[in-house]
Protein backbone atom coordinates (compact mmCIF):
# COMPACT_ATOMS: atom_id res chain seq x y z
CA UNK A 1 0.00 0.00 0.00
CA UNK A 2 2.68 2.41 0.67
CA UNK A 3 4.35 1.70 -2.74
CA UNK A 4 1.30 3.01 -4.64
CA UNK A 5 0.92 6.12 -2.34
CA UNK A 6 4.07 7.19 -3.14
CA UNK A 7 3.54 6.88 -6.73
CA UNK A 8 0.41 8.30 -6.71
CA UNK A 9 2.34 11.16 -4.28
CA UNK A 10 5.03 11.34 -7.48
CA UNK A 11 2.00 11.86 -10.31
CA UNK A 12 0.64 14.32 -8.61
CA UNK A 13 4.03 16.58 -8.29
CA UNK A 14 4.89 15.62 -11.63
CA UNK A 15 1.50 16.83 -12.88
CA UNK A 16 1.76 20.24 -10.62
CA UNK A 17 5.11 21.33 -11.45
CA UNK A 18 3.99 21.85 -14.82
CA UNK A 19 1.37 24.71 -13.79
CA UNK A 20 3.34 26.30 -11.35
CA UNK A 21 5.78 27.21 -13.98
CA UNK A 22 2.59 28.38 -16.34
CA UNK A 23 1.70 30.39 -12.87
CA UNK A 24 4.98 32.18 -12.08
CA UNK A 25 5.21 32.88 -15.91
CA UNK A 26 2.40 34.41 -15.99
CA UNK A 27 2.98 36.54 -12.93
CA UNK A 28 6.13 37.80 -14.39
CA UNK A 29 4.25 38.92 -17.48
CA UNK A 30 1.73 40.30 -15.64
CA UNK A 31 4.23 42.31 -13.52
CA UNK A 32 5.56 44.29 -16.76
CA UNK A 33 4.62 46.41 -19.59
CA UNK A 34 4.69 45.32 -23.03
CA UNK A 35 7.58 47.68 -24.86
CA UNK A 36 8.81 48.05 -28.41
CA UNK A 37 12.29 46.56 -26.83
CA UNK A 38 10.69 43.47 -24.47
CA UNK A 39 12.71 40.73 -24.37
CA UNK A 40 12.68 36.95 -23.74
CA UNK A 41 15.06 35.09 -21.53
CA UNK A 42 15.15 31.56 -21.15
CA UNK A 43 16.10 29.89 -18.05
CA UNK A 44 17.60 26.48 -18.65
CA UNK A 45 17.07 23.88 -15.26
CA UNK A 46 20.20 24.53 -13.49
CA UNK A 47 20.14 28.15 -14.63
CA UNK A 48 19.55 31.63 -12.39
CA UNK A 49 15.70 32.43 -12.02
CA UNK A 50 16.66 35.09 -9.81
CA UNK A 51 19.25 36.42 -11.80
CA UNK A 52 17.26 36.74 -14.91
CA UNK A 53 14.19 38.56 -12.72
CA UNK A 54 16.69 41.01 -11.00
CA UNK A 55 18.02 41.79 -14.81
CA UNK A 56 14.24 42.07 -16.63
CA UNK A 57 12.31 44.86 -17.81
CA UNK A 58 9.22 45.85 -17.91
CA UNK A 59 7.70 44.29 -20.79
CA UNK A 60 10.55 41.05 -20.90
CA UNK A 61 9.12 37.94 -20.91
CA UNK A 62 11.07 34.63 -18.74
CA UNK A 63 10.38 31.34 -20.27
CA UNK A 64 11.50 28.39 -17.82
CA UNK A 65 12.57 24.97 -19.23
CA UNK A 66 10.07 22.21 -19.22
CA UNK A 67 10.10 19.89 -16.50
CA UNK A 68 12.86 22.13 -14.76
CA UNK A 69 12.92 22.88 -10.96
CA UNK A 70 14.32 26.02 -9.46
CA UNK A 71 14.61 26.08 -5.64
CA UNK A 72 13.75 29.47 -3.47
CA UNK A 73 13.22 31.66 -2.15
CA UNK A 74 12.26 33.68 -5.20
CA UNK A 75 12.12 37.62 -4.60
CA UNK A 76 10.25 40.08 -7.21
CA UNK A 77 11.14 43.37 -6.71
CA UNK A 78 9.41 46.31 -7.92
CA UNK A 79 10.51 47.31 -11.51
CA UNK A 80 10.08 50.96 -12.84
CA UNK A 81 7.81 50.47 -15.90
CA UNK A 82 5.59 47.78 -13.65
CA UNK A 83 1.94 48.36 -13.18
CA UNK A 84 0.12 46.79 -9.94
Known amino acids: MKIEYAATLQQT??????????????????????????????????GNLQA???SAQAGDTIVLEAGASFMGPITLPNKAGATA
Not at 28 to 34: A, N, P, S, T
Open 52 to 54: AID
Open 13 to 46: RHLLRPAIQIILISFVILLGVRSAQAATVVVSSG
